[in-house]
């Protein structure tokens, strides 16, 4: 079992940056991918980057892609999503979860695929 720790987040002006960091305690983090995560009020969560236990594979959602890159130290059981030119529409609260599932595009962006999940953290994009 995994317990997944995030830190980073606030608040930004529109086309700025931030990182969220996801640490991980409890066991080996490359035992799991890693997916990243985002619920804005009123609506679903949303599944936005995952990356493989590896690190050598990553996929995005079309909405971030170009603009967030997300990455893993295993060593230091962390992983990362940098946010950069961030748009009020990405302003949501964001999650990390982790898993031992298969990295597959079609499963790693479903959130009811992951069972341990960070705390969530609050990023608004508001001039």
């Known amino acids: 079992q995994v317990h997944l720790v995030q830190s980073g987040g606030g608040l930004v002006q529109p086309g700025g940056s931030l990182r969220l960091s996801c640490a991980a305690s409890g066991s080996t983090l490359d035992d799991y991918v890693i997916g990243w995560f985002r619920q804005a009020p009123g609506k679903e969560r949303e599944g936005i980057s995952s990356?493989?236990?590896?690190?050598?594979?990553?996929w995005y959602d079309d909405s971030v892609k170009g603009r967030f890159t997300i990455s893993r130290d295993n060593a230091k059981s962390t992983a990362y999503l940098q946010m950069n030119s961030l748009k009020p529409e990405d302003t949501a609260v964001y999650y990390c979860?982790?898993?031992?599932?298969?990295?597959?595009?079609?499963?790693?962006?479903?959130?009811?695929?992951?069972?341990?999940w960070g705390q969530g953290t609050q990023v608004t994009v508001s001039s």
């Open positions: 990356i493989s236990k590896s690190g050598s594979s990553a």
């Open positions: 979860a982790a898993d031992t599932l298969t990295f597959d595009s079609d499963f790693v962006s479903v959130a009811a695929n992951y069972d341990y």
